[in-house]
T-cell receptor, first 114, second 112 residues
Framework: EAGVAQSPRYKIIEKRQSVAFWCNPI?????LYWYQQILGQGPKLLIQ????????DSQLPKDRFSAERLKGVDSTLKIQPAKLEDSAVYLCASSSSGNHNEQFFGPGTRLTVL | SQQGEEDPQALSIQEGENATMNCSYK?????LQWYRQNSGRGLVHLIL???NEREKHSGRLRVTLDTSKKSSSLLITASRAADTASYFCATDAQDSNYQLIWGAGTKLIIKP
């Protein structure tokens, strides 16, 4: 079974620039999560999708962050414009409807904002 | 906000010794999970314990849960160099839409 795919693995940008991350979840997994993990901390949920609908985006800074999952499969997360404090690893995870409890994570995208 | 707090923040032991990490949380939960994160493999699910369970085993892992104290412990027996990683507890709070709330993790180093 192929795992969760993310790209790019690394990205370096200057503040005020835009960046987009892509995630392809495990085939058949209806639930997709985007997390932000700052160095030395645990993951923080940004947004949760169930199929192509948003379940929770209460911790997503909507003035600069946006995410979509148009066809209920892969998803993109965008930051525009980026700030220094956005430097973090962005993790995508997915889970199946039959077992929401176990989340499968991608390798993450390490973002550095200069 | 983070629900769980792991203790200790960092732990360094000799290979072969046992490692114990603790997690405390704040609200009532459906279950608690432990995940491992290392640079090579990202975040990986280790074990899940439900709120009505007190102890669970998986290979060299033993997890306990005390809902009265809102705490859990993860014991890794006979540690190996490959166990070097950060370990996170994550709770699935009641009425949370299956969202996990994470602690800050314990960084475990196994010395050869």
């Amino acid at each position: 079974e192929a795992g969760v795919a993310q790209s790019p693995r690394y990205k370096i940008i200057e503040k005020r620039q835009s960046v987009a991350f892509w995630c392809n979840p495990i085939s058949g997994h209806a639930t997709l999560y985007w997390y932000q993990q700052i160095l030395g901390q645990g993951p923080k949920l940004l947004i949760q999708f169930q199929n192509n609908g948003v379940v929770d985006d209460s911790q997503l800074p909507k003035d600069r962050f946006s995410a979509e999952r148009l066809k209920g499969v892969d998803s993109t997360l965008k930051i525009q414009p980026a700030k220094l404090e956005d430097s973090a690893v962005y993790l995508c995870a997915s889970s199946s409807s039959g077992n929401h409890n176990e989340q499968f994570f991608g390798p993450g995208t390490r973002l550095t904002v200069l | 906000s983070q629900q769980g707090e792991e203790d200790p923040q960092a732990l360094s032991i000799q290979e072969g010794e046992n490692a114990t990490m603790n997690c405390s949380y704040k609200t009532s939960i459906n279950n608690l999970q432990w995940y491992r994160q290392n640079s090579g493999r990202g975040l990986v699910h280790l074990i899940l314990i439900r709120s009505n369970e007190r102890e669970k085993h998986s290979g060299r892992l033993r997890v306990t849960l005390d809902t009265s104290k809102k705490s859990s412990s993860l014991l890794i027996t006979a540690s190996r160099a490959a166990d070097t990683a950060s370990y996170f507890c994550a709770t699935d709070a009641q009425d949370s839409n299956y969202q996990l709330i994470w602690g800050a993790g314990t960084k475990l180093i196994i010395k050869p």
